[in-house]
């Protein structure tokens, strides 16, 4: 499955729907993880929905049931009190806390959306990220992090603390988009915890699906020299530099791949 996702983020597979990447994803904080207990959560949340709903066919009733009953009769909430935490960014834990950050509670809504064949899409805004539901007669923006409060373009603007109204900011987010915001997420939270064995996995990652991406070599060859990998690093160092010729960094890093040299040579 992994090389699965691979391949979504390569851009070669967009068959993979966002539960299962999601939680492929979520293998690197969870290794063996089954997916089926979170895939079988999805399934009964949107038979729960169906069953409440009156006529599924019409767009606002089902916001308003799907809001009563994802926010209210099963609690999903936005984590303010431990955000960073990086199983926020983990389906299978959101769905077994009701707890998470925007993103992941999104995919929760657009996945139930989907088993029910309603167009529920990802709005990746600055800061934050909402989803909209559009049927053609009835569209609206919802946040989801906040207990599916219903909201308007310029509500969603203000959430970006736009200036000026910019349409492209309500564009819907692609599937590789959407995985990309959680891996950046992912990899950010791991830096600032110094968790660098996943930090890495992240950057093998990213890696494998886009060889020719200077900056992540980068990253990867310093997150091995932190680990003492020197040898592995400076590897990555000279990839970067190879594949970015014209960096700006690009005698700090020499000056990075000198020092390594050193360690390596007084390790002899």
Known sequence: MVGNLKGLLAGRDDDMELDLAALNLATIEFPGLDFGPSLAALDRF??????????????????????????????????????????????????DLRLGIPITLSVIYMEVGRRLAKHVVGIGLPRHFVIQYDDGDYSTYIDPFHGGAILSADDCYRLAQAEDENPRLLAPAGKRQIVMRMINNLRGIYFSQRSFEKAQEILNL???????????????????????????????????????????????????????????????
């Open 206 to 268: 990213l890696i494998e699906a886009n060889p020719e991406s200077a900056e992540e070599y980068k990253q990867r060859g310093l997150v091995r020299l932190h680990m003492r990998h020197l040898l592995a690093g400076k590897k990555d160092l000279q990839i970067y530099l190879a594949l970015n010729p014209h960096a700006e960094d690009k005698e700090e890093i020499q000056g990075q791949l000198q020092a390594v040299g050193k360690w390596l040579a007084a390790l002899n």
């Open 46 to 95: 949107a038979n729960d929905i169906a069953d409440r709903c009156s006529d599924l066919s019409d767009g606002r009733e089902f916001v308003g049931v799907s809001n009563r009953y994802l926010f209210q009769e099963i609690g999903l909430r936005g984590n303010d009190d431990d955000y960073y935490n990086p199983r926020n960014s983990c389906l299978n834990q959101v769905l």
